[in-house]
């Protein structure tokens, strides 16, 4: 049969407004089963937390369970390539952050590239870090400790959760000071070995606020910009060191070609999230501050972030291990 010339355009449009149209109704039921959402950090970690209040909050507002799975390890590349290699389908989701910008310097060879391979969807949250001592160190402030660590260099043991982390980075860029390194693989063994006083200083999350509190560990500075509502009392390292500034930050991927709607979509509930006054006040709890932004600003956030800890790593001749 012939079509009629009109007919027949009418068909074609409506053909090629089909897949438009099925990907908005796609946004418009997604999601119609439960969404994992992958993380690279044992339970009980600030991330871990973090990533669960977020994953709660998703829950309820998509009528889904968002189900948390804890893939740790590899400096948190097994579990970003666990995403990279996901169906981009919007039902697996990555929990990533500052360590995906390190990362990308630090390891020299990696089976995907973060910032081609993973669709930037949210950021969620900024966390600061506490510069704590073993009460032994003779120093109360952060210039009192630039100088006992001068006056001893290479006598200090400077502890970190792992070759690379934040907990490493920050104290290498501190005015030059030359301390031992010494690695962990974990939170736990550090803050033993710091009370201990197997070590002599740490930069780590505001989880630690017990010990600080108790006596058992001495807080010199936050590496944030401001100072915490937590620690009111405790300076920034930025009050010493001008232009120091150091925080972890945690928000949302999922793998490359994962629908727009789709990612627009939970940009949106994400930044509705940040906006509730009870889970503001629960993130205020963990030292944890809101980091609202559209898919784009956390996009340009990731860039900048692995441009600064690029130069930092090249600089310092930092390998992986």
Same mark, same amino acid.
């Given at each position: 049969?012939?079509?009629?010339?009109?007919?027949?355009?009418?068909?074609?449009?409506?053909?090629?407004?089909? &897949?438009?149209?099925?990907?908005?109704?796609?946004?418009?039921?997604?999601?119609?089963?439960?969404?994992?959402?992958?993380?690279?950090?044992?339970?009980?970690?600030?991330?871990?937390?973090?990533?669960?209040?977020?994953?709660?909050?998703?829950?309820?507002?998509?009528?889904?369970?968002?189900?948390?799975?804890?893939?740790?390890?590899?400096?948190?590349?097994?579990?970003?390539?666990?995403?990279?290699?996901?169906? &981009?389908?919007?039902?697996?989701?990555?929990?990533?952050?500052?360590?995906?910008?390190?990362?990308?310097?630090?390891?020299?060879?990696?089976?995907?590239?973060?910032?081609?391979?993973?669709?930037?969807?949210?950021?969620?949250?900024?966390?600061?870090?506490?510069?704590?001592?073993?009460?032994?160190?003779?120093?109360?402030?952060?210039?009192?400790?630039?100088?006992?660590?001068?006056?001893?260099?290479?006598?200090?043991?400077?502890?970190?959760?792992?070759?690379?982390?934040?907990?490493?980075?920050?104290?290498?860029?501190?005015?030059?000071?030359?301390?031992?390194?010494?690695?962990?693989?974990?939170?736990?063994?550090?803050?033993?070995?710091?009370?201990?006083?197997?070590?002599?200083?740490?930069?780590?999350?505001?989880?630690?606020?017990?010990?600080?509190?108790?006596?058992?560990?001495?807080?010199?500075?936050?590496?944030?910009?401001?100072?915490?509502?937590?620690?009111?009392?405790?300076?920034?390292?930025?009050?010493?060191?001008?232009?120091?500034?150091?925080?972890?930050?945690?928000?949302?991927?999922?793998?490359?070609?994962?629908?727009?709607?789709?990612?627009?979509?939970?940009?949106?509930?994400?930044?509705?999230?940040?906006?509730?006054?009870?889970?503001?006040?629960?993130?205020?709890?963990?030292?944890?501050?809101?980091? &609202?932004?559209?898919?784009?600003?956390?996009?340009?956030?990731?860039?900048?972030?692995?441009?600064?800890?690029?130069?930092?790593?090249?600089?310092?001749?930092?390998?992986?291990?």
């Amino acid at each position: 049969m012939k079509l009629p010339r009109r007919n027949f355009l009418h068909l074609a449009a409506g053909a090629a407004a089909l &897949p438009a149209v099925s990907r908005f109704a796609w946004a418009q039921v997604y999601p119609t089963r439960p969404v994992r959402l992958i993380i690279a950090y044992a339970p009980g970690a600030s991330a871990d937390t973090t990533a669960r209040l977020m994953a709660q909050w998703l829950s309820e507002r998509l009528g889904q369970s968002v189900v948390v799975e804890s893939r740790p390890g590899g400096g948190t590349n097994i579990a970003t390539e666990a995403v990279v290699r996901a169906t &981009p389908d919007g039902y697996t989701l990555l929990s990533c952050g500052t360590p995906s910008a390190i990362n990308a310097t630090l390891y020299g060879r990696l089976n995907f590239t973060f910032v081609r391979d993973i669709a930037r969807v949210a950021s969620f949250v900024r966390l600061p870090l506490v510069m704590l001592v073993n009460p032994s160190v003779p120093a109360k402030t952060v210039p009192e400790f630039i100088t006992y660590a001068k006056a001893n260099p290479g006598k200090i043991a400077m502890a970190s959760t792992g070759i690379g982390a934040t907990t490493h980075l920050s104290g290498e860029i501190m005015a030059g000071i030359d301390m031992v390194h010494v690695p962990y693989r974990g939170g736990t063994a550090v803050l033993t070995d710091l009370i201990g006083g197997q070590v002599q200083v740490l930069f780590i999350g505001t989880e630690t606020i017990g010990h600080i509190k108790f006596g058992k560990l001495r807080a010199l500075a936050v590496t944030t910009a401001t100072r915490l509502d937590l620690l009111p009392d405790i300076p920034t390292v930025a009050e010493y060191l001008p232009g120091y500034e150091v925080s972890a930050w945690f928000g949302i991927g999922a793998p490359r070609n994962t629908p727009t709607d789709i990612i627009e979509k939970l940009n949106k509930e994400i930044n509705t999230a940040l906006a509730d006054p009870k889970l503001k006040a629960r993130l205020a709890d963990l030292g944890s501050t809101p980091f &609202p932004g559209s898919p784009a600003d956390f996009g340009k956030h990731i860039a900048d972030e692995t441009e600064k800890w690029g130069k930092v790593i090249r600089a310092l001749n930092i390998k992986a291990e």
